[in-house]
């Protein structure tokens, strides 16, 4: 029997993953931020504003961190990135940030069991 994917709920772990690797993204593009550059100081603020959504909840999440690294500057130039985040089914959006995919999956005479797949970006495994 082949697998079958499951359309579970993303869970906090796999929520901050994607995050994280959008906020990766977002700096990867800014020329500023490339391995060939380097800085005496840096410091700045990360804002988050999401709202997780649960079985007709909306439950909004805030968070501000600052940080200060290195040698304090004269003077700093500051940059603000803004990402947005588009509402996709949560198979897609572990297909797109690498996440495993769960599937109920059966092998020989045992019972099935649910384990995780990761399956090629772009590609849109069907759901169950």
Known sequence: MPEQTLALKLNGAEIRKVLLEKIDQALSRD??????TSY????GKITVSISLHDTGHEYPLDVSVGMQQGLEPAEAETQTV???INKLPPNVVRVDNGIEVPVLAKSGEGPATVKGIRYKKGSAPRSA
Not at 31 to 36: E, G, I, R, V
Not at 40 to 43: G, H
């Open 31 to 36: 020329w500023s931020m490339n391995p060939a």
């Open 40 to 43: 005496d100081f840096f410091e």
């Open 82 to 84: 803004e990402i947005p």
